[in-house]
């Protein structure tokens, strides 16, 4: 199976910070590379898809980039309610691995 | 409006059987496929099967195959998670999702998750 490793697994950052988080795939997955974002008592919500791709009403601080086996999401400026897990996701096996996941928490 | 309605969830022994539901409304069901995703309490997201717009392809993860069986019935837009031989590990929040397939895009993604359906297996 595809090993997906997020870095880092938690971070603490301020309203208009700008954060990265990393997730490396253990062998090449082209573009197949998704984001969700989770906050706690909800369900998953898809932010990126195909590496770089935004999902419609998302807001445009967020972003994605990476092909192969390094991605990055991006966000530019911090609002509250991005508060929350993100979690990395590969759709290039059958067996569809998700990254451990990252906690974003209010410094 | 997309909406998925999760439900069946409940506590059962090890060993036991359980059958999740998905209900689906809002799109053209028989045109995607479908999927289901867990979370253990406190832990991170798990894929765990899928299963083809048409029904007669299905996936599973290493840790349920030939315990688990996906389904679908495409008259009452339904998804359904056969789950026997439960274990303690399989305790987790059950989500069903969309799934949107374009190969030709390199896009796998699933886009519209239910609420998910609570499955505990204790004695």
């Known amino acids: 199976d595809i090993q997906m490793t997020q870095s880092p697994s938690s971070l603490s950052a301020s309203v208009g910070d700008r954060v990265t988080i990393t997730c490396r795939a253990s062998?090449?997955?082209?573009?197949?590379l998704n984001w969700y974002q989770q906050k706690p008592g909800k369900a998953p919500k898809l932010l990126i898809y195909?590496?770089?791709s935004v999902q419609s009403g998302v807001p445009l601080r967020f972003s994605g980039s990476g092909s192969g086996t390094d991605f990055t999401l991006t966000i530019s400026s911090l609002q509250p309610e991005d508060f929350a897990t993100y979690y990395c996701?590969?759709?290039?096996?059958?067996?569809?691995?998700f990254g451990q996941g990252t906690k974003l928490e209010i410094k | 409006e997309v909406q998925l309605v999760e439900s069946g969830g409940d506590l059962v022994p090890p060993g036991g059987s359980l059958r999740l539901s998905c209900v689906a409304s809002?799109?053209?069901?028989?045109?995607?496929?479908m999927t289901w995703v867990r979370q253990a309490p406190g832990k991170g997201l798990e894929w765990v099967s899928v299963?083809?717009?048409?029904?007669?392809?299905?996936k599973y993860a290493d840790s349920v195959k030939g315990r688990f069986t996906i389904s679908r019935d495409n008259s009452t837009n339904t998804v359904w998670l056969q789950m026997n031989s439960l274990r303690a590990e399989d305790t987790a929040l059950y989500y069903c999702?969309?799934?949107?397939?374009?190969?030709?895009?390199?896009?796998?993604?699933?886009?519209?998750w239910g609420q998910g359906t609570l499955v505990t297996v204790s004695s």
């Open positions: 999702a969309r799934r949107i397939q374009k190969w030709s895009k390199r896009e796998d993604y699933f886009d519209y």
């Open positions: 809002g799109f053209t069901f028989n045109t995607y496929a």
């Open positions: 299963i083809s717009g048409s029904g007669d392809d299905a």
């Open positions: 062998e090449t997955i082209s573009r197949y």
């Open positions: 195909a590496a770089s």
């Open positions: 996701q590969q759709s290039y096996s059958t067996q569809k691995t």
